[in-house]
Structure formats: structure tokens, C-alpha cells
């Protein structure tokens, strides 16, 4: 079944620290890719989404590529801020659109 | 646009009393919405898939005489937890697709943390 692999955290950087954070799937057909962000006490808010292959999602500075040849859809920012640290969680949508996988979550806390 | 409320945002109740938690799509039609609970620390689990005007869809393990859901409306679901229990705390986050859109993406709500005493 469709599922997504996300890497483990905590992670901890540094104010102005690049962010990689690794996202795999596992998918029959085209998904929908999502990353959410979640801060401490809130619901889950869409940073990106990419809907097809080579797609690029992209908001307040993060980036993620679809990449079908790798099943991958990594996130990317290039200076990362304390207002950053929060859960960040991978997401797929299967065909229909009513099922959800989530990656297990990774905490980033940025340090100044 | 797409905005997904829920009410209310946090909530304690005794052990044994029922507590409704309602999700409502505020400026769309939503004829699917979507419970889920996460554990601290830990991602979403999908509760159950709730469609307006039929019984609702439980995930294997998901007890439907404890979480009830009623969609009554295309814009409201409520998640009643019945005769809860302390094992029942967590946080309760619904989600609701947009089909007007024809886009496969969920529009979450802001979560319900429930804690039971």
C-alpha cells in the first residue's frame, strides 16, 4: 500500500543553518505530495504541495521537488529561523483524494 | 478560502461524561470530512471518514460506538467520544476536502485537545 518513509529527528541547527529534511514514498500511480507544518499546540498548516512529477513546491522559503525517479519529495530551505522550529510532517494523497499517509513527523528546532 | 474550524480548541472532562467536538467548513461544501487523533509526539492516525448523509467509514481498530460522527450537514461533522476515559486524551484534528476544487488536497483544522481527568 501507499505509505511515506520521513527521516527521523530531532533535528537542531543553528539560525541561518541550511534544512534537509528527507521524504520518501511508496505510491501506485500519480499521488499528490504535501508538507505540513505544525507548531507546538496547533493544527497541521500546509507549507507546499506538488501535484505532478518535477513539480516544485515552494512557500516562505522552503522547497520541495517531486521526484518520481526517486520517489522523493525532500524539504529544502536555505536559512532556516527560530520561528521555524515546529513538526514537520511528509504527506501523500492517494488517487481518490480521500486517503491520507503522513510521514512520523520531524521536530526542527533552531537555535540562535 | 478553504478554511476548516473546530469547536471547541481545547476541552477537560470527567471520566464517564461524553464530549462532542465539532468541525465545520466555513466557506465550502465539504461532502467528505476526516477524523483524526495524534498521540504527543507522534503523527496522525485517521479515525474514520465522515460523509454527509450516510454513516460514517472506521479505520480497522477505531471503536464507532465510542467516537461517534454524525455529518448532518455538507458544511458540519461532529466527533462525539462517549463515556470517555483518560486513555481517550489526545489531540483531535479534523480535515475536509474541497470537491468543488477537483483538487486532491485536505484542508485541516486547527485541532481539539481533549484531556480527560
Known amino acids: 500500500g501507499d505509505s511515506v518513509t520521513q527521516m527521523e529527528g530531532p533535528v537542531t541547527l543553528s539560525e541561518e543553518a541550511f534544512l534537509t529534511i528527507n521524504c520518501t514514498y511508496t505510491?501506485?500511480?500519480?499521488?499528490?505530495l504535501f508538507w505540513y507544518v505544525q507548531y507546538p499546540g496547533e493544527g497541521l498548516q500546509l507549507l507546499l504541495k506538488a501535484t505532478k512529477a518535477d513539480d516544485k513546491g515552494s512557500n516562505k522559503g522552503f522547497e520541495a521537488t517531486y521526484r518520481k525517479e526517486t520517489t522523493s519529495f525532500h524539504l529544502e530551505k536555505g536559512s532556516v529561523q527560530v520561528s521555524d522550529s515546529a513538526v514537520y510532517f511528509c504527506a501523500l494523497s492517494d488517487l481518490s483524494g480521500n486517503q491520507f499517509y503522513f510521514g512520523t513527523g520531524t521536530s526542527l528546532t533552531v537555535i540562535p | 478560502g478553504a478554511v476548516v474550524s473546530q469547536h471547541p480548541s481545547w476541552v477537560i472532562c470527567k471520566s464517564g461524561t461524553s464530549v462532542k467536538i465539532e468541525c465545520r467548513s466555513l466557506?465550502?461544501?465539504?461532502?467528505?470530512m476526516f477524523w483524526y487523533r495524534q498521540f504527543p509526539k507522534q503523527s496522525l492516525m485517521l479515525m474514520a471518514t465522515?460523509?454527509?448523509?450516510?454513516?460514517?467509514?472506521?479505520e480497522q481498530g477505531v471503536e464507532k460506538d465510542k467516537f461517534l460522527i454524525n455529518h448532518a450537514s455538507l458544511t458540519l461533522s461532529t466527533l462525539t467520544v462517549t463515556s470517555a476515559h483518560p486513555e481517550d486524551s489526545s489531540f483531535y484534528i479534523c480535515?475536509?476536502?474541497?470537491f468543488g476544487t477537483g483538487l486532491r488536497e485536505q484542508y485541516f483544522g486547527p485541532g481539539t485537545r481533549l484531556t480527560v481527568t
Open positions: 465522515s460523509n454527509e448523509g450516510s454513516k460514517a467509514t472506521y
Open positions: 505510491a501506485t500511480g500519480y499521488p499528490s
Open positions: 480535515s475536509a476536502r474541497d
Open positions: 466557506d465550502f461544501q465539504a461532502t467528505t
